[in-house]
């Protein structure tokens, strides 16, 4: 029933794009059948070429995410540890979290070049301050009768922080990873779409040079499909991280603002 | 033997525009083994003076000494305070941390079974109702091997037989294991039916002191309680320049 409800609007669109097709209500050059692209994505992804960029662009996102957590999640420990640091980094980051990473792509592409590099560093701007701040705040925001509770029957400094501190701001942690993926994958389509030579950002751009709206829908599609599927697959993966919450906690599809 | 000596215990609390006297002056020797119950008005300063002992809280003035110096203390809070993201059983392993896994599943069990938790080991506290979390965190305090138990409240949230039958416990707990356990209570039969001394607390004071000299298990309903009760109840009444400690 929740399937059948979900489906209900895109079955409208479709159904609308269709007789808009096949009336000839647009230019079936520019507007190409539903049933054209479908044609299309079964070729693209027959022939390896969908899942060739889709790979790409996947793993620019794993590898650039998996960095950035290496970096936001150890600096956002010590400064949700160590809260006199604050003051010294508090300005510089809430100025650099306005600026949006499609904006820093000319002068990545000047540093870089257009290879490896400035793609992963597009996700890592993208990815930072999501995780970054998302991680401080679940540390700053522990409950401090929950940390009273360790004074009292003796944890040292450190179980405090493993025992207490780090679990009660996981749901915390896996809000800003849930939100530092979205954020880096829409990121990295942009960059894909200014310089790249693989990715499926890279499939739109060309297609739109070689005046193919078929492809460049296919690849619009696959976005938000891989989109919705890393999002789900990680609100599952949180669901078994983090048991005590239930899913509403965790399920907040409409209340994570996008960005770029 | 003395377990705690407090002297002159003083605690000021700033707010804008004036100062409060949470403790205004108390002095006390509890003896190891012993069981002590305090009762006082609302605001009177008992979760003050259990949060100075547990070193939550430092004090404006006076001293806390214990004996032997590096004792144990557990505290059972006004509030259950459990971790949300561990289980009943898991709650109670957190404070055996240095105990080896089979020892640390049996007292927990025993604990959980006693406090008529028993079926709900694989629960989160969220899945609890208020009695039932207030109930882990009793036994949390207990399976803490401690010296000292302070407990504020800790039935505050039980219905009156699961209260009773607690008492009852915790009257055998103990005098099995002879710790030394301080309780406040809002209840004035509760602090008659556990405690061997109970202490009256009024702005910050220790302002009366009743000795119970019965042996337990204690009855609430016998004469010898009516007196000690209407005694009580005089004592927490009484305008604070006519009482003595
Ligand atoms: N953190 C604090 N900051 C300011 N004032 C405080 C603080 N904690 C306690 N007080 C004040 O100290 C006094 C004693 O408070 P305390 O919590 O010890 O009372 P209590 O006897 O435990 O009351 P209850 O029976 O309602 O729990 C109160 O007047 C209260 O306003
Ligand atoms: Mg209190």
Redesign the pocket.
Known sequence: MKILKALLIPAVVLAWWQAAAAFGLANSYLVPSPAGVAATAAALWQKGILAGHMATSLGRVFAGFGLTFLAAFPLAVLLGMNRRLIPYFDATLHFLRHIPPIACIPLLILWLGIGEASKLAIIILAAFFPLFLNTLAGIAQCDARLIEVGQVFGFTPRQRFLRIILPASLPSVVLGMRLGLGYSWRALIGAELIAASAGIGYMIIEAEQLSRPDVVIVGILAIGLFGYIIDYAFLKLAARILPWTGENETDDSFSSKGAL | MTALALKGLY?E???PGRQ????AGVDLAVAAGSLVTIV????????????IIGGL?KQSAGEVAFDPPGARIAMVF?EPRLMPWLTVEQNLALVMRDQPPDEIKRTVGRYLDMLGLGGFKAAYPSQLSGGMAQRAALGRALCYNADIILM??PLGALDAFTRRNLQEELVAIFLKHNKTILF?T?DIDEALILGQRVLV?AD?RITAEVAVPFPYPRDAAGEPFYKLRAGLLASLTSPPAQRGV
């Open positions: 605690k609390y700033r707010l409060v006297a949470a403790l006082g008005r609302s605001g009177c300063g008992k979760t003050t003076l259990l949060r809280e006004q504020d409240e406040v809002h607390m910050g």
